[in-house]
């Protein structure tokens, strides 16, 4: 029913910025909680941000908090990530998830509809 399209991704030095793009298409995409996910190479998938449907709270994880911020455009069905003093361990795969639940948004599995990624790398 959802189906949720990244861009922005690039390559930079430290301290510079990005911002990652998701599109979502599909009925009501409002109604869902929107997260970003990273994966860096050899690494586990860990959670990055995420925006809650209907009350729009917020989460970070705690290396990008003050660094990062997610907001969403529902007229638009798109959410964005600007990414701000990025660093060589933001260097990583970006996903974008959208979540039937308001809960348990740092964990993946409570996403129901996943992007294909866009690639994101800071060079020291």
């Known amino acids: 029913q959802v189906q949720v399209v990244e861009s922005g991704g690039g390559a930079v030095q430290t301290g510079g910025s990005l911002r990652l793009s998701c599109a979502a298409s599909?009925?009501?995409?409002?109604?869902?909680?929107m997260g970003w996910f990273r994966q860096a190479p050899g690494k586990e998938r860990e959670f990055v941000a995420a925006?809650?449907?209907?009350?729009?709270?917020?989460y970070y994880m705690d290396s990008v908090k003050g660094r990062f911020t997610i907001s969403r455009d529902s007229a638009k069905n798109t959410v964005y990530l600007q990414m701000n003093s990025l660093r060589p361990e933001d260097t990583a795969d970006y996903y974008c998830?959208?979540?039937?639940?308001?809960?348990?948004?740092?964990?993946?599995?409570?996403?129901?509809?996943w992007g294909q990624g866009t690639q994101v790398t800071v060079s020291s």
């Open positions: 599909g009925r009501a995409p409002s109604t869902y909680s």
């Open positions: 925006i809650a449907r209907y009350d729009s709270s917020i």
């Open positions: 998830a959208a979540a039937n639940t308001g809960w348990g948004l740092t964990s993946q599995d409570s996403y129901d509809y």
